[in-house]
């Protein structure tokens, strides 16, 4: 759904996540990308920068690790699985008028 993160290589041998700022050795940058704190940081950056599918959403003042969609009014968790499932499910296609 969002794809791999990218990186800028720093002055001392390291790399940095462009998207969530985090600062990691080349030797865990693969390990990094396929980590919860990584997808979720991805998640984070889609939302703040608008960018869909993750545009239908905003985050849920209440509870950082959940967020709400501006269509249905729903909360869901912050996992691309749970976006994915809540995009494709009935209420959500419903609402828009698919």
Same mark, same amino acid.
């Given at each position: 759904?969002?794809?791999?993160? !990218? #990186?800028?290589?720093?002055?001392?041998?390291?790399?940095?996540?462009?998207? !969530?700022?985090?600062?990691?050795?080349?030797?865990?940058?693969?390990?990094?990308? $396929?980590?919860?704190?990584?997808?979720? +940081?991805?998640?984070?950056?889609?939302?703040?920068? $608008? %960018?869909?599918?993750?545009?239908?959403?905003?985050?849920?003042?209440?509870?950082?690790?959940?967020?709400?969609? %501006?269509? !249905? +009014?729903? !909360?869901? $968790?912050? #996992?691309?699985?749970?976006?994915?499932?809540?995009?494709?499910? %009935?209420?959500?296609? %419903?609402?828009?008028?698919?």
């Amino acid at each position: 759904m969002l794809g791999s993160p !990218t #990186f800028d290589q720093l002055e001392n041998g390291r790399f940095r996540c462009k998207e !969530t700022g985090h600062q990691l050795p080349g030797a865990a940058i693969e390990e990094y990308s $396929n980590g919860k704190g990584c997808r979720v +940081g991805l998640i984070d950056f889609a939302v703040k920068m $608008n %960018k869909p599918p993750p545009n239908m959403f905003k985050q849920d003042p209440s509870c950082r690790s959940k967020l709400i969609c %501006k269509l !249905t +009014g729903d !909360t869901i $968790n912050k #996992f691309e699985e749970h976006i994915w499932k809540h995009i494709n499910g %009935k209420h959500f296609l %419903k609402k828009l008028g698919v």
